[in-house]
């Protein structure tokens, strides 16, 4: 039962260059969606967030899209920073998964100096 | 900023015994979670607390689990009886409200080895 799926593990972006994370859903119902990063020995920390009324929400260096036909949004980084190495997870609720978030498996993304 | 904070990092405990896992939620937070992820896998709700009742669980939440909050502050899961397979990174979170669209906050996890 993997509702939310980030099917790519890890991804190497060079400094300065566009990084773009993938995230697809299978539940219709889901209509809240956030990303997290998460460093080594740490906890997840919110990054972003979008709702379906939505089909973008921009924060500063970091665009969350949606695209609900597709169940599928994107969280693009520009321009991606060292700092910016960590795993990100995507997470989804909506009316029918109560107060619980179904989260993917995480990419581990490196930006490369 | 507030932080949800998590006791003891690691916990290496034998098979068969009982742990307890402690969070200190944020201070005006209402809604307290426990998620686990094993390693590799992706992070797993097990359940969610409000007004000192489960307000939901998830099937990982079996009759080995419980969660407790003792006291005005702290927020523990309690595994009766490990198994291997509760090898995981147990994480805390908590939410103001326990709203559908409201973010919540995690502490940085405790590191369970079941050996």
């Known amino acids: 039962d993997q509702q939310v799926k980030q099917n790519s593990p890890s991804l190497s972006v060079q400094e300065g260059r566009i990084s773009i994370l993938n995230c697809d859903y299978t539940?219709?119902?889901?209509?809240?969606f956030l990303w997290y990063k998460k460093y080594p020995a740490e906890g997840p920390t919110f990054l972003i967030s979008i709702s379906s009324i939505k089909d973008k929400n921009e924060d500063g260096r970091f665009t969350v899209f949606l695209n609900k036909s597709a169940k599928h949004l994107s969280l693009h980084i520009v321009p991606s920073q060292p700092g910016d190495s960590a795993v990100y997870f995507c997470a989804a609720s909506g009316w029918d998964t109560g107060n619980q978030f179904y989260f993917g498996t995480g990419t581990s993304l490196t930006v490369i100096p | 900023e507030p932080e949800v904070t998590q006791t003891p990092s690691h916990q290496v405990t034998q098979m068969g015994q009982e742990v307890i896992l402690r969070c200190v939620p944020i201070?005006?937070?209402?809604?307290f979670y426990w998620y686990r992820q094993i390693l590799g896998q992706k992070v797993e709700f097990l359940v969610s607390?409000?007004?000192?009742?489960?307000?939901?669980k998830s099937e990982i939440f079996d009759d080995q689990f419980s969660v407790e909050r003792p006291d005005g502050s702290n927020f523990t899961l309690k595994i009766r009886s490990t198994k291997l397979e509760d090898s995981a990174m147990y994480f805390c979170?908590?939410?103001?409200?326990?709203?559908?669209?409201?973010?919540?906050?995690f502490g940085s996890g405790t590191q369970l080895s079941v050996l």
């Open positions: 607390f409000y007004n000192n009742e489960i307000s939901e």
């Open positions: 539940n219709s119902m889901f209509d809240y």
């Open positions: 979170a908590s939410s103001e409200q326990g709203l559908l669209n409201e973010k919540l906050f």
């Open positions: 201070s005006n937070h209402l809604y």
